[in-house]
């Protein structure tokens, strides 16, 4: 079945950091890939998200990559701010929208001054 | 602002008393989701409302059930909670199946 592998964290950065968080699927088709953000005592909100090979999905400096090619979706980020700490999931869904999104374990981030 | 809200934030239950967790939106929204989220685990559906036509997993257990008495709300009832039920709990809403999901905060359940 579809599956969602992110990578360990958590992860600590410094303010003005680049920020990678690693994210790989398993899927059948052609899944839709996203990226969610849960800042502490909130629920998930939508980051970004790409519906097909090579696009580039974008937001709040945010970016990720749809990669066919090695079946990833890694989230960047070139200067982190304290306002960035949040745990972030990303996720995908089959049958090329929205419906039933299997998300990842979570990479919780930390930014510090 | 239209929003998806779940009630309560916090709740504790029981072992084994029964426990109804609340959703409500005010987007006029098709389609009800609830997810379970245990610690450090990612979010895994439950079930799902599209309107009124309800939508088990299968490997939902049959303790959790779901109710959804009209567009704006929808119910989780975990009729005999155990330990290993104590999690967050999600609710999202989506237009229809293929459109952007609206997470409420969640409701974080113990059970004693």
């Known amino acids: 079945g579809n599956s969602v592998t992110q990578m360990e964290g958590p992860v600590t950065l410094s303010e003005e950091a680049f920020l990678t968080i690693n994210c790989t699927y398993t899927?059948?088709?052609?899944?839709?890939l996203f990226w969610y953000v849960q800042y502490p005592g909130e629920g998930l909100q939508l980051l970004l998200k790409?519906?097909?090979?090579?696009d580039k999905g974008s937001n709040k400096g945010f970016e990720a990559t749809y990669r066919k090619e090695t079946t990833s979706f890694h989230l960047e980020k070139g200067s982190v701010q304290v306002s960035d700490s949040a745990v972030y999931f990303c996720?995908?869904?089959?049958?090329?929208?929205?419906?039933?999104?299997?998300f990842g374990k979570g990479t919780k981030l930390t930014v510090n001054p | 602002d239209a929003m998806v809200i779940q009630n309560p934030r916090y709740q504790v239950t029981q072992f084994g008393k029964p426990v109804t967790l609340s959703c409500s939106q005010t987007?006029?929204?098709?389609?009800m989701y609830w997810y379970q989220q245990k610690s450090s685990q990612a979010p895994k559906l439950l079930f799902h409302y599209y309107d009124k036509d309800f939508n088990n997993e299968a490997d939902t257990p049959d303790n959790f059930q779901s109710r959804r008495p009209n567009t704006s709300f929808c119910f989780l009832d975990i009729r005999s909670p155990g330990l290993g039920d104590a999690a967050m709990y999600l609710c999202?809403?989506?237009?229809?199946?293929?459109?952007?999901?609206?997470f409420g905060s969640g409701t974080r359940l113990t059970v004693v």
């Open positions: 790409a519906t097909k090979a090579d």
């Open positions: 987007l006029n929204h098709n389609v």
């Open positions: 999202a809403t989506s237009r229809d199946r293929v459109s952007d999901y609206t």
């Open positions: 996720a995908l869904s089959d049958q090329g929208g929205s419906e039933k999104l299997v």
């Open positions: 899927a059948t088709g052609y899944p839709s």
